[in-house]
């Protein structure tokens, strides 16, 4: 059974503007750690936000933003002002327990700014 | 800080070949795990080498294996290569820090004839 679902077809966003990547999870463990990466052209995954399953506020880290809810089990990337750099797939994955680098990733979301 | 250095960028083999793949973490990581990537399976985790040894293994054949150096430097292997072999293959390392993510390399892109 799939651990990570990213369901979401290609998608167009203007520059400036926010984008919602969905990101629902499927664990039977209290501990886990919910985790995005971007991936450019060029290959290398780029760590973007955590949130643990402990965290009671939702992560933020400069324009990316995750609106965490757990009872959904869903932890979905906002990404505010797009920028040109953004253009990417984007790749949500779950570590569950901790302090180990198993990570099950999620398919992935492209994403592509137009000007 | 250099970040995870993988080499080489680019590799082409022939089928039955073996290739050896070779991963500098960031400097002070100890913890070192692999990743392949293709179109079909998506990213799928291999390995994870804490301390020289074998931390945990993905579902992967024996074909695949790794070690890793006293330096925390990895090298992995696959033997008797298969055209479905090929693929992007990721190293990443992570600090000591329970919450602490992974930082991927470039990878290696690896195209089997």
């Known amino acids: 059974a799939q651990k990570i679902t990213q369901t979401q077809p290609g998608m167009f966003v203007q520059e400036k503007e926010a984008v919602t990547l969905d990101c629902t999870y499927d664990?039977?463990?209290?501990?886990?750690?919910l985790f995005w990466y971007k991936q450019p052209s060029s290959g290398e995954m780029i760590f973007l936000i955590y949130q643990g399953s402990y965290d009671e506020q939702n992560a933020t880290e400069g324009r990316y933003s995750l609106n965490f809810q757990k009872a959904r089990k869903s932890a979905n990337l906002v990404i505010s002002a797009s920028q040109l750099g953004d253009s990417a797939m984007y790749f949500c994955a779950m570590r569950e327990g901790q302090g180990n680098n198993r990570l099950a990733f999620g398919k992935g979301n492209q994403v592509v700014v137009i000007p | 800080k250099a970040g995870v250095t993988q080499t080489p960028r680019y590799l082409i083999k022939t089928r039955g070949q073996q290739v050896t793949l070779s991963c500098s973490p960031i400097?002070?990581?100890?913890?070192v795990s692999w990743y392949q990537q293709t179109p079909g399976q998506g990213l799928q985790f291999l390995f994870e080498y804490f301390s020289e040894t074998q931390r945990n293994k993905g579902n992967f054949p024996g074909r695949f294996s790794g070690r890793q150096f006293s330096n925390s430097r990895s090298e992995m292997n696959v033997s008797t290569l298969e055209l479905g072999d090929s693929a992007l293959y990721l190293c990443a390392s992570r600090s000591a820090g329970e919450n602490s993510p992974l930082h991927f390399g470039n990878g290696t892109r690896l195209t089997v004839t």
């Open positions: 664990t039977s463990d209290q501990s886990y750690g």
């Open positions: 400097s002070g990581h100890r913890s």
